[in-house]
């Protein structure tokens, strides 16, 4: 049985290979934005719930025996969920906003058991985070955009870069902040059945 992430983030794939799972990678190709307007008056752990299952079911027709995991993160701060900025111009106004503030990074999570191409059982839930931002100079705030680090990952931050010299404080799972909670992924697995230690890779 083949573990599958289906996303393109390094972070999380460097989660997971520290933590024992050397995953094959399919990036989904999903179109984010068509995915969240279908939602109906959604609440906000439902939007990536919802965003990470697609991702993983966009790719599980090219595996016949296998475990596919899709993830999506966003960061809920004043009323507004907030995903990638993709722009240095929105990345900086986010950052003059989260200063001084605190969020919650949601990383939404979806656990597909794939046999003879057909997805047998699933499972899904969204993680929850409180991020405490430092209050960054605005040179500081122009320094860490031009990086171009915050333009491609929720929220416009990152705990494991050179963002995380201006989170001051997280409440809650830390791999989740990175991109993929591997407490909620365990106990995703196991309600399909799976044991998260028969994935990890045999020792040297």
């Given at each position: 049985m083949?573990?599958?992430?289906?996303?393109?983030?390094?972070?999380?794939?460097?989660?997971?290979?520290?933590?024992?799972?050397?995953?094959?990678?399919r990036?989904?190709?999903?179109?984010e934005?068509?995915?969240?307007?279908a939602?109906v008056?959604?609440?906000?752990?439902?939007?990536?719930?919802?965003?990470?299952?697609?991702?993983a079911r966009?790719?599980?027709g090219?595996?016949a025996?296998?475990?596919?995991?899709?993830?999506?993160?966003?960061?809920h701060?004043?009323?507004?969920?907030?995903?990638?900025?993709?722009?240095?111009?929105?990345?900086?106004?986010?950052?003059?906003?989260?200063?001084g503030?605190?969020?919650?990074?949601?990383?939404?999570?979806?656990v597909l058991r794939?046999?003879?191409?057909?997805?047998?059982?699933?499972?899904?839930?969204?993680?929850?985070?409180?991020?405490?931002?430092?209050?960054?100079?605005?040179?500081?705030?122009?320094?860490?955009?031009?990086?171009?680090?915050p333009?491609?990952v929720?929220?416009?931050?990152?705990?494991?870069?050179?963002?995380?010299?201006?989170?001051d404080?997280?409440?809650?799972?830390?791999?989740s902040?990175?991109?993929?909670?591997?407490?909620?992924?365990?106990?995703?697995?196991?309600?399909?059945?799976?044991?998260?230690t028969?994935?990890?890779?045999?020792?040297?």
């Amino acid at each position: 049985m083949e573990f599958v992430l289906a996303s393109q983030s390094p972070a999380r794939l460097g989660v997971l290979r520290s933590a024992g799972i050397d995953p094959v990678v399919r990036v989904s190709g999903v179109d984010e934005d068509a995915v969240a307007a279908a939602l109906v008056d959604p609440r906000p752990e439902d939007v990536v719930v919802a965003l990470a299952e697609a991702k993983a079911r966009t790719v599980v027709g090219e595996f016949a025996d296998a475990v596919v995991v899709g993830c999506d993160s966003m960061l809920h701060f004043g009323g507004d969920l907030m995903g990638k900025p993709g722009t240095p111009e929105i990345a900086r106004e986010r950052w003059l906003a989260m200063a001084g503030g605190r969020g919650h990074l949601l990383t939404g999570h979806a656990v597909l058991r794939v046999k003879d191409g057909v997805v047998v059982d699933s499972a899904g839930g969204a993680g929850s985070t409180a991020v405490r931002f430092a209050d960054p100079s605005p040179a500081e705030i122009d320094a860490y955009v031009a990086t171009g680090e915050p333009l491609g990952v929720a929220g416009a931050f990152t705990l494991d870069g050179r963002g995380g010299w201006f989170v001051d404080a997280i409440e809650g799972d830390w791999s989740s902040v990175i991109g993929i909670s591997l407490p909620l992924t365990r106990r995703l697995l196991a309600a399909i059945g799976i044991s998260v230690t028969d994935l990890w890779r045999p020792n040297p």
